[in-house]
């Protein structure tokens, strides 16, 4: 039992887990009052009825502390040791801040780069920095399983001096071991992460972890390689720690050293009390989501920003998702992969040919990562008149894009009273050389003209390549497709332009409330990608323009079997018209008129006073929409006892194939032809956003989303293989616009 003197320091640790527990424990038996605070319930009960327990093989040792939850803690915090996991720090912040005393401060004991977003919500000089290598686990409710001796390093944050509240800090903590104070505790940090990175592709796999990384040399020290180039790009100096010396790991490190770190870090690990990391325990016990997805995100956006390739990180997260759920799909087959990458040239250091090929090979290999996402964005209803479905939407949209692409440059989200909401992210380029620095615009929509309730009885379906359900197709794997194209670049290190992406709500309705503010901010765009639907495979390089008109016909009423003669007959004079409207057709310059609907009248035997026609006109040119504005404008009435009003508009202006976009039609085939098929562009009857920003004179490469078929019928459906293949051409299209 602990003395718990009152000259001793009082702390409060949230988060009891293995390593607030372990350091709980230890303050607690040098006669420090501490209070631990968890969500667990079963963990903070079996504290409060049985004391911390530490176990240490065979035996338990238990100290009394007091325990509590978040909604049960009262009064106000000064020294808080912060030991949530990375993903939950936020939210542990924000219920700390508002108890925080003054001069009171958080000390980051977590895994990952916390301490900046610490630092945003309660300020610089309430954050302590710190390095952390304890190897425990929480072997059950209350009970902490000793990981024997490991480090721990205090400091200020960015490389201030040590203060005396960090050499008091460091005091109290050797108590648990050998705690020390340093002024780069970011250079500690950035090694962890490199070691973290190798602990965590061992639990892709259900073996040792000593074993698994002396087996798999080639991957983990490509992953570490790839960690640490980014920190010297930083300026970051590593420092060695435990076994652990990150020097040997390093890109063009000497080889022979490089095995010798390697014998040292096995046989220490050899000797450590468990052999699989808290990443393994995770996924294959606790069935829980792993941290290592969020505190890695700070190292893939700085490479990113930096141009550097994350390849192998990367592959090691989504296999962690992936085993998110399903740890039976543990293999060692996955770090036989990661073997197989690490001996690949960088692929940005490849001939364009084989850079196209690698970013195919690399989408491929993540195939049923697109085919997951696309199911999830399918599940989520968006009907273009149900504006709270459309709401939901667009924030699962905004957390999922957040997940796969970070936090964008800006992002805009202009709202509309009666449509979906319009979201407008930008993010950088990277490593683009390209003369013209403009960015691209990425354009899509995320309402479908399936009403809300669709999914009950058409939910997403897979069979084999082919999938189907409402909205595959126009237009949710384009934007999929898309996103997974920028990842491809960013993974693989190859260069892209400044992107923006631009998704609507409203597209399906007419883009009533967005074509304006799609066209403003398309006007300094280099080029729009549009991601719907391909025209079976082709790219569309024009589109008609599309006009919808009612022609109104007002007659005068009479008996017709009275007074024949008194009336004069709307329907009768509408008949006439819809002659002379047939003649205004010209297939050959391919301007089309549909007379859709027709009513009029009120009886049979009643002379119709009014009648109408619903239109709908599309021409191909700019020339024919002006002929067919003048000739509806030019329409008389043949029985002038009848009036004609012509009312409507032109719904989406022409999209004609400029010179430009001729350009850029000939650069995506080019691109296709590096990636091993043809590529062929076609002029399509229907419209899309494309229209408003063709004519804004923003080039436009159209349906450079989905392969498939059935948009608005029951018909509707993708594949898998154009998944992939439409990706990689996404894909190249940017390496290649980032370079020209």
């Excluded at 390739?309 to 996955?334: C, F, H, I, N, Y």
């Excluded at 409203?506 to 398309?522: C, K, N, P, Q, R």
């Amino acid at each position: 039992m602990s003395d718990n003197s009152p000259d001793r320091t009082a702390y409060t640790i949230v988060g009891a887990g293995a390593i607030g527990g372990t350091l709980a424990f230890a303050l607690a038996r040098a006669g420090h009052p501490v209070t631990l605070v968890d969500t667990d319930r079963a963990h903070v009960d079996a504290i409060r009825a049985h004391g911390l327990v530490l176990a240490d093989g065979d035996r338990r040792t238990s100290l009394t502390v007091t325990a509590t939850t978040p909604d049960e803690f009262t009064g106000p915090l000064e020294r808080v040791l912060l030991a949530v996991k990375a993903q939950a720090t936020k939210g542990a912040v924000d219920w700390i801040a508002p108890r925080l005393a003054p001069d009171g401060y958080v000390v980051s004991v977590q895994n990952g780069f916390n301490e900046d977003l610490i630092a945003g919500l309660i300020g610089a000089d309430r954050t302590v920095a710190a390095f952390v290598n304890i190897f425990a686990d929480v072997a059950e409710p209350g009970v902490i399983q000793d990981g024997g001796p490991g480090a721990l390093v205090i400091g200020e944050p960015h490389g201030s001096p040590v203060s005396d509240r960090v050499r008091a800090l460091v005091a109290d903590l050797q108590s648990w071991g050998p705690a020390r104070a340093s002024d780069n505790v970011e250079g500690y940090l950035w090694a962890k992460a490199g070691f973290g990175a190798m602990l965590a592709a061992t639990a892709l796999a259900d073996a040792p972890m000593a074993d698994l990384i002396d087996r798999h040399r080639p991957a983990m020290a490509g992953i570490a390689a790839e960690i640490f180039a980014v920190a010297d790009r930083r300026g970051i100096t590593l420092e060695a720690f435990d076994a652990f010396d990150p020097h040997p790991f390093r890109q063009g490190a000497d080889t022979t050293e490089r095995e010798a770190a390697f014998d040292r870090l096995t046989g220490w690990l050899r000797t450590q009390p468990k052999d699989r990391s808290g990443i393994w325990r995770d996924l294959a016990v606790r069935h829980r989501p792993v941290e290592v997805t969020t505190h890695y995100g700070d190292v893939i956006a700085y490479a990113t920003d930096l141009g550097l390739p994350t390849a192998l990180l990367r592959t090691v997260l989504d296999g962690l998702r992936e085993l998110e759920g399903a740890p039976q799909k543990m293999s060692e087959a996955r770090l036989d992969e990661l073997d197989r990458l690490t001996r690949q040239p960088a692929v940005r250091d490849l001939p364009d040919g084989e850079q196209a090929t690698a970013v195919r090979r690399w989408l491929e290999h993540h195939r049923e990562d697109m085919v997951a996402d696309l199911a999830a964005y399918t599940a989520q209803g968006s009907a273009s008149d149900d504006l709270g479905a459309l709401d939901t939407c667009l924030a699962w949209l905004r957390q999922w894009l957040d997940q796969h692409l970070g936090t964008p440059e800006t992002e805009e989200i202009l709202p509309r009273a009666e449509a979906g909401d319009i979201m407008i992210r930008r993010y950088p380029a990277r490593g683009a050389t390209a003369a013209d620095e403009r960015p691209v615009m990425l354009v899509g929509h995320y309402d479908t003209v399936w009403p809300t309730g669709t999914l009950d009885t058409w939910p997403f379906h897979r069979e084999g390549d082919a999938i189907s359900g409402p909205g595959v197709f126009d237009m949710k794997a384009g934007l999929v497709q898309a996103v997974w194209a920028l990842r491809a670049l960013d993974t693989l290190g190859l260069p892209r332009p400044a992107v923006t992406l631009v998704l609507n709500g409203d597209e399906e309705t007419g883009s009533l409330a967005s074509h304006e503010a799609i066209v403003e901010t398309g006007r300094d765009h280099r080029l729009a990608m549009v991601f719907e639907g391909a025209a079976d495979g082709a790219i569309k390089t024009a589109r008609k323009g599309v006009g919808l008109f009612t022609l109104t016909v007002t007659g005068t009423e009479a008996h017709a079997g009275l007074d024949p003669t008194a009336g004069a007959s709307a329907v009768d004079e509408l008949a006439r018209q819809i002659l002379r409207l047939t003649e205004l057709r010209d297939h050959a310059a391919g301007t089309s008129l549909n007379v859709g609907v027709i009513e009029g009248g009120t009886r049979s035997n009643v002379t119709a006073g009014r009648a109408c026609a619903r239109l709908d006109v599309r021409v191909s040119t700019a020339a024919e929409q002006e002929r067919m504005t003048q000739a509806l404008a030019d329409l008389r009435p043949v029985d002038t006892r009848t009036r004609l009003a012509v009312t409507g508009d032109w719904n989406r202006p022409v999209f004609e194939r400029s010179e430009h976009v001729a350009e850029l039609a000939d650069l995506a085939k080019a691109c296709a032809r590096r990636l091993g098929h043809d590529l062929a562009e076609a002029s399509v009857g229907g419209a899309s956003d494309g229209n408003f920003l063709a004519a804004a004179g923003v080039p436009v490469l159209d349906g450079i989303g989905a392969v498939g078929q059935g948009a608005h019928a029951r018909s509707e459906g993708t594949c898998v293989s154009g998944m992939v293949t439409r990706a990689a051409l996404a894909a190249t299209v940017l390496a290649a616009l980032a370079e020209k």
